[in-house]
């Protein structure tokens, strides 16, 4: 009977294993992983995350952050300039077109602590190898001078110098000389003043 029992165990076993995936399955998991990032001995970047997956197979490997991820990249002078944080986010080590790429998802927040600007959207890409940053979906920029909107954003990978490629209602307000005005917040041109305001431009 002992004999019989321990045939049918390892059975039972072998057929769980035959179910399961070995592309659904994580090779390894990292709870509270932590990564700097360096250059010349100055700390450019470090990572945070809860928990990250790896997982490899023939055609692709690649990291899962299936709780989160928290990004701080630094300034050349060794202060923290921007943060970049998502619910998710999936490291490609060799993606489809054989280049690395970092995606983040779902309410995405970067902000540049010295230029006191968020950008909020759904969906984040980063070239590591390019230092870029972007998106194609729907994006908010704030700014202590106003808010923009629209489609698809481009920029470095700090965040300093954005572009918003489809922007929708947008404009800045700003004081001079106590005259109201309006900037072109897109195409950075102005300040114009406001229709119907009564005063010649």
């Known amino acids: ?21 070995l592309g659904e399955t994580p090779m390894q998991t990292v709870d509270d992983m932590f990564f700097l990032q360096s250059e010349n001995g100055r700390l450019k970047m470090r990572v945070e995350a809860p928990r990250m997956e790896v997982y490899e197979n023939d055609s692709t490997a690649y990291d899962l952050f299936p709780f989160g991820i928290k990004v701080f990249g630094y300034s050349e002078e060794g202060a923290l300039e921007t943060t970049i944080t998502s619910r998710q986010a999936r490291h490609d080590k060799k993606g489809p077109d054989g280049k690395e790429k970092w995606s983040a998802f779902g ?95």
Not at 3 to 11: D, E, M
Not at 177 to 190: K, L, Q, R, T
């Open 1 to 21: 009977m002992a004999v019989a029992f321990v045939v049918y165990s390892c059975k039972s076993n072998l057929g769980e294993a035959e179910q399961l995936s």
């Open 107 to 201: 309410h995405v927040v970067i902000k540049n602590i010295m230029k006191q600007e968020t950008m909020e959207t759904d969906t984040l890409y980063w070239d590591n190898n390019a230092h870029e940053i972007w998106t194609d979906v729907y994006i908010k920029m704030y700014s202590p001078s106003g808010s923009m909107q629209g489609y698809g954003m481009r920029s470095d990978e700090l965040a300093r110098n954005s572009i918003l490629l489809l922007p929708f209602d947008n404009e800045f307000l700003l004081g001079q000389e106590n005259e109201d005005a309006v900037v072109d917040s897109v195409n950075f041109i102005g300040p114009f003043l406001l229709k119907n305001s009564g005063k010649s431009e």
